[in-house]
C-alpha cells in the first residue's frame, strides 16, 4: 500500500508556526475513524507533549474549514493537530502494516517539504542580496538605460548634401 507523497503534502497546514496535519486527515490516511485514532492518542498521552499534538481553538478550525474541503471540520467540537514529530510519534501507537506504510509516506512528504522550503528561503535570501547590489549601482544602471533609450530613439533626419560627383566632368 503505498500513498503518493503529493496526496500528503496537501494535507499539511501551517499552524502557530508549525507544519501539522489534523487527525481526521490521519485517520482516513491510516484507514480508521477519526475516533479511534484520538482513542489511541488519549491512551498514549505521555507521548504527545504540546509540541507533538496541540487542540485547534474554534478560530483555527473556523479559518482552517475555508480552506479544507471537508465542512464536517466546521461543527467538529475538537479537532487535533498533529506536528511531524507527533505524527512519527503516531507510528508508535497505531501499529498497523497499513500504519507503518502511511507513516513512511507522510515522513517523506514532510523531508520533501523541507527541501522546497529551504529552496525557496535561499531564493529569497539571494533576491535580497541582488536587490542590496543592485540598489548600490542604481544611479549608474540609470545612466546605461538613458544612454540605451537615446540610442534607440531615432534621430531627426538630416537635410541631403548635395553629392559630389566622381569620375571626369566636361567644362
Known amino acids: 500500500m503505498s500513498v503518493p507523497v503529493e496526496l500528503i503534502e496537501r494535507r499539511i497546514y501551517g499552524i502557530r508556526g508549525h507544519k501539522v496535519m489534523l487527525d481526521r486527515d490521519l485517520a482516513a490516511l ?19 507533549p504540546q509540541d507533538f499534538m496541540f487542540p485547534l481553538t474554534r478560530e483555527e478550525i473556523l479559518n482552517l474549514s475555508q480552506i479544507v474541503i471537508s465542512s464536517e471540520i466546521k ?12 505524527v512519527a510519534m503516531l507510528s508508535s501507537v497505531l501499529r498497523s502494516r497499513r500504519a507503518i506504510q502511511v507513516n ?48 534607440m530613439t531615432p534621430s531627426p533626419p538630416q537635410p541631403e548634401k548635395p553629392r559630389r560627383q566622381i569620375g571626369f566632368h566636361e567644362a
Open 30 to 48: 491510516y484507514g480508521v475513524e477519526t475516533r479511534v485514532l484520538n482513542q489511541a492518542v488519549r491512551r498514549n498521552l505521555e507521548r504527545f
Open 75 to 86: 461543527h467538529a467540537p475538537n479537532v487535533f493537530a498533529f506536528t511531524e514529530q507527533g
Open 104 to 151: 513512511i509516506a507522510i515522513m517523506r512528504a514532510f523531508v520533501r517539504l523541507k527541501r522546497v522550503i529551504s529552496t525557496h528561503k535561499e531564493l529569497a535570501r539571494k533576491l535580497d542580496l541582488l536587490e542590496r547590489k543592485v540598489g548600490k549601482h542604481e544611479g549608474e544602471i540609470q545612466t546605461i538605460f538613458e544612454a540605451i533609450r537615446k540610442l
